[in-house]
T-cell receptor
Framework: AQSVTQPDIHITVSEGASLELRCNYS??????LFWYVQSPGQGLQLLLK????DTLVQGIKGFEAEFKRSQSSFNLRKPSVHWSDAAEYFC??????????????WGLGTSLAVNP | EAQVTQNPRYLITVTGKKLTVTCSQN?????MSWYRQDPGLGLRQIYY???????DKGDVPEGYKVSRKEKRNFPLILESPSPNQTSLYFC?????????FGQGTRLTVV
């Protein structure tokens, strides 16, 4: 079965601290992997994506993620969190290539709070 | 600029009064989806479309309809809304890589 698990429903960190949000997936083939962020009252914005190649990918807002095939994980990291990073974060996987069915499988999200 | 536009952003309606939420994309994508987002349940796909006149049920289709007469537009129709359809709705469009999302429609059915 295809699934995405974000084990942490809610995380609180202090401003300036490092952050790691976990994402594990189960998918039949090699998927495309994504992290999206949803700020309060906003739509979802792509943070970064992994298709192939270097397993450490850089995204916007200083975020990075590492794909580990052996662990079926795609964890999101940031060295120093800013108060504006408080948001909901979603991990998603989807089929590679340009086929007709492009359904994304979503995790339930991790809510990040940042203490001043 | 790549864009998915959905309207309205906010809507309060009464039980049983038909409504339509519009969605339009400017990226010439074939694949479009509607999601609802509820606390603790994440994003759940309602319907999707793989091309013009090709639509199919997602994970939670009951009470919803869609149409895809043109590639750019993918409206969501609630023929007889009920309070359990109170939710935050997102339209999304996906090409060969990532999905692009609209700003969301917060629907309240009273």
């Amino acid at each position: 079965a295809q699934s995405v698990t974000q084990p942490d429903i809610h995380i609180t960190v202090s401003e300036g601290a490092s952050l790691e949000l976990r994402c594990n997936y189960s998918y039949g083939a090699t998927p495309y992997l994504f992290w999206y962020v949803q700020s309060p009252g906003q739509g979802l914005q792509l943070l970064l994506k992994y298709f192939s190649g270097d397993t450490l990918v850089q995204g916007i807002k200083g975020f990075e993620a590492e794909f580990k095939r052996s662990q079926s994980s795609f964890n999101l990291r940031k060295p120093s969190v800013h108060w504006s990073d408080a948001a909901e974060y979603f991990c998603a996987v989807g089929p590679a290539g340009g086929g007709n069915n492009r359904k994304l499988i979503w995790g339930l999200g991790t809510s990040l709070a940042v203490n001043p | 600029e790549a864009q998915v536009t959905q309207n309205p952003r906010y809507l309060i309606t009464v039980t049983g009064k038909k409504l339509t939420v519009t969605c339009s994309q400017n990226m010439n994508h074939e694949y479009m989806s509607w999601y609802r987002q509820d606390p603790g349940l994440g994003l759940r796909q309602i319907y999707y479309s793989m091309n013009v006149e090709v639509t199919d049920k997602g994970d939670v289709p009951e009470g919803y309809k869609v149409s895809r007469k043109e590639k750019r537009n993918f409206p969501l129709i609630l023929e007889s809304p009920s309070p359990n359809q109170t939710s935050l709705y997102f339209c999304a469009s996906r090409g060969p890589s990532e999905a692009f999302f609209g700003q969301g429609t917060r629907l309240t059915v009273v």
